[in-house]
């Protein structure tokens, strides 16, 4: 049984104006998760997911509708109440990390809970016990430069962590990892979810990391087509044509190197 809602997207747009002309991103999505959920939102590049996150972070006021994070109308808040609501529920990894140049590892990982008034000594004991989990505690005096861009990664997660947030939200955790990397993440985000019950919302346009979640979201032109619970039926959704690749990086017009359900060729 799941347990309760935390998130509930309803009904929610988002326009830009570009050069006097509205550009319609997302157009009217909808979607829930419970607490201990492991949420994937999935699609091809510009359709959408980003913005979506963005919304659902704070970060990006939706033109119509409403975004509920733990009982509460998120945009309904003030700005400060907002960024209080992000900082003390959710932990963000973001595609690229972003670190204090001028400071080492465990200082850039307790930085959050030292901004929030934890003594020093405290934020750093916790931003240790957070570096043992992803297994980087020998590289705590190390300039964030000085790691691979998986070990930074994983540097990320664990300040993430560190404000005991209520979710754990990833954007392209992985999109700047070798395989091998981002593997190692997507089993410590897991690992999390399902031992230690944190609910985790990533974006991804990779289909192979989506084994890990129990809840999908796939996008397309600001549109969810579709929502389920598990790769199997998502799988059967999208099986347009028996043998089919999906296209999901429009950037370069390439295509995943995965055909569903094998044979049949590709119209």
Request: aromatic fraction near 6%.
């Amino acid at each position: 049984m799941r347990e309760a809602m935390l998130l509930k997207v309803e009904k929610v747009k988002k326009n830009f104006l570009i050069g006097g002309q509205t550009i319609e991103v997302l157009k009217g999505i909808d979607l829930e998760m419970a607490r201990g959920d492991f949420g994937i939102i999935f699609g091809p590049s510009g359709c959408g997911k980003s913005t979506l996150l963005h919304t659902i972070l704070g970060m990006e006021k939706p033109s119509e509708g409403k975004i509920y994070f733990d009982g509460i109308d998120l945009y309904a808040l003030s700005e400060d109440s907002i960024v209080e609501n992000r900082k003390n529920k959710i932990g963000v990894v973001f595609q690229q990390s972003i670190w204090i140049k001028s400071l080492n590892v465990l200082e850039n990982v307790s930085f959050p809970n030292r901004l929030s008034g934890m003594l020093k000594s405290e934020a750093e004991n916790r931003a240790m016990e957070f570096l043992k989990e992803v297994k980087l505690e020998a590289w705590s005096y190390h300039q964030p430069s000085e790691l691979s861009s998986g070990q930074q990664q994983r540097v990320s997660l664990a300040r993430a962590l560190t404000t005991d947030p209520i979710m754990i939200v990833a954007d392209e955790p992985t999109g700047n990892l070798d395989t091998a990397s981002g593997d190692e993440l997507m089993n410590l985000l897991s690992e999390l979810n399902k031992k230690k019950g944190k609910t985790i919302l990533m974006v991804t346009h990779d289909l192979e990391y989506l084994k890990y979640a129990n809840r999908l979201y796939h996008i397309i032109d600001g549109l969810k087509v579709e929502e389920g619970e598990g790769i199997d039926k998502i799988m059967k959704h999208l099986k347009t044509k028996k043998g089919k690749r999906l296209r999901l990086d429009v950037r370069d017009n390439t295509y995943l190197n995965m055909r569903i359900n094998g044979g049949g060729d590709e119209n």
